[in-house]
């Protein structure tokens, strides 16, 4: 905690800096290279999660009547 407390500005302008100067197609690659297969599961769950959150939202919305 107290690193965090006392170092605050200069972690976040070191994290800052640091994602400002990567090369968005590099990056991509080296993540597609590193987790690649997982990638398709994740954009899948995302995908069923989501329609499921959104049609429970829909049921509950429609069931109290808005």
């Known amino acids: 905690m107290y690193v965090v407390s006392t170092y605050r500005k200069e972690i976040t302008s070191l994290i800052t800096d640091t994602v400002a ?3 968005a197609e590099h990056t ?3 993540i597609e290279a590193h ?3 997982d990638l398709q599961f994740i ?3 995302g ?3 989501g329609s499921l959150a959104g ?3 829909y049921t509950v919305s429609r069931g109290l009547g808005a």
Do not use: E, H, S
């Open 21 to 23: 100067g990567w090369d």
């Open 28 to 30: 991509t690659k080296k």
């Open 35 to 37: 987790i690649g297969r």
């Open 43 to 45: 954009r899948i769950n």
């Open 47 to 49: 995908t069923v999660v």
């Open 55 to 57: 049609l429970l939202i």
